[in-house]
């Protein structure tokens, strides 16, 4: 019968097809077998400790080597149970991260387990990282505005440590802070003038000179923003006396010599 020779032609086909489809996708779904971080990496490990020691076997080396996804908002820290997506730097497998820690009388009773993931599953957790993420940075400017407005506008420094720890917390989360640059640098100048005496405005100018110093070290553009801002408000960068601003600008002018 013609139907019967066309349902085996199409089971024929489709037997084809699915040879085809697994030819094509097993090597890349294996890869982590020709990788020299991954082949050490079995496809489940674990490593216990109770009391600060190890109960039979370490995570294999290699895993020190993979990257966390979404670093620095996401980290691979002891110190809390939570759990991240990592992924080797060189064949680009996933694997999910898990540290559980559990509070013992005297101690603790932790343990870290490494997954090695599907692509598909790999993918879908970077997708949930990066629009966690995403969703963070866009928290974070939004209430960074009051913050801006008191760094420029605080006639006393009142709230003006408060808005640069916040602006820091955000950096260190690893969200960009170029857009607080001209109040940063204003405030800097402004607070780096005060007393001395004042151990209130001291740490405000310490604390902010730290964010500029991180943001610049990172961004040549950043450092000849800084620069340009310095130079607008008649600050003589070969001859300050304002010690901070001192620092900033040889912050400022490594990048731009290297970059
Ligand atoms: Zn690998």
Redesign the pocket.
């Known amino acids: 019968m013609p139907g019967e020779a066309n349902k085996e032609n199409s089971a024929t086909e489709m037997k084809k097809a699915t040879a085809r489809t697994k030819q094509a996708t097993t090597p890349k779904a294996k890869?982590?077998l020709d990788?020299s971080?991954?082949r050490t990496i079995p496809d489940r490990a674990q490593a216990d400790w109770i009391r600060d020691e190890l109960l039979g076997d370490p995570l294999p080396k290699a895993e020190s080597r993979l990257m966390v996804v979404g670093a620095p908002f996401f980290v691979d820290r002891h110190s809390h149970s939570h759990s991240c997506l990592k992924q080797?730097p060189?064949?680009?497998?996933f694997y999910g991260w898990d540290f559980s820690y559990e509070y013992l009388v005297h101690g603790s009773e932790d343990e870290v387990v490494l997954t090695r993931l599907s692509d598909a599953e790999g993918q879908r957790r970077a997708r949930a990282v990066f629009t966690t993420i995403e969703a963070d940075e866009t928290k974070f400017r939004a209430e960074a505005v009051p913050r801006i407005d008191t760094l420029l506008d605080s006639p006393d420094g009142k709230g003006v440590y408060g808005a640069a720890y916040f602006l820091q917390g955000g950096q260190m989360r690893g969200h960009d802070v170029s857009f607080a640059i001209h109040a940063l640098v204003k405030a800097l100048v402004r607070f780096s003038a005060a007393d001395e005496e004042n151990t209130y405005l001291e740490s405000c100018a310490s604390l902010i000179y730290l964010v500029l110093s991180d943001a610049v070290k990172e961004s040549p553009e950043a450092a000849g923003r800084v620069l340009d801002i310095l130079e607008s408000k008649g600050v003589d960068a070969t001859n300050t006396e304002l010690k901070r601003v001192k620092w900033l600008i040889a912050d400022c002018r490594k990048p731009l010599a290297t970059g």
């Open positions: 890869r982590y990788c971080i991954c080797c060189e064949c680009d497998t």
